[in-house]
């Protein structure tokens, strides 16, 4: 099971990527082995030596739905202490966001790939995109030829 954030690599630009564990609860592991959650608007923040996803939708698992349960709820990530402080001084240093990019199982854990990533520019996005177009026509091309 993956989820990716399809929206990461066309909103920044990801330069360096890390693995983490999440906290979650039993509803939620469940909700997200079936493939649901929404990663489009998430982002982590570091608080007091501590990393939090914030902003991850996870709706509730249909079997059964917790009390006061609030699907958007900041969720605890587990990294090393080395690995945050590195994270927060770069982060801090240049400018940079912390993005979640996808979400796996590995065996019954559930992990989050993070990457640190700089925002594009409105003409960086269209500039890819034209990219992107022109690589598609020349690949159709090919193909018609070949």
Known sequence: MQILNRRAPYEYILLDRIEAGIMLAGSEVKSIKNGRLDLSTSFARINNGEVYLVNANIPPYQGGVPENYDPSRSRKLLLSKDEILSWETKSKQ?????????????????????????????????????????????????????
């Open 94 to 146: 240049q400018k940079l966001t912390i993005v979640p990019t996808k979400v796996y199982t590995k065996g019954q854990l559930v992990k989050v790939e993070l990457a640190l990533a700089k925002p594009k520019r409105q003409f960086e996005k269209r500039e890819a995109k034209r990219k992107k177009d022109v690589a598609r026509e020349v690949e159709r091309e090919l193909r018609l030829r070949g």
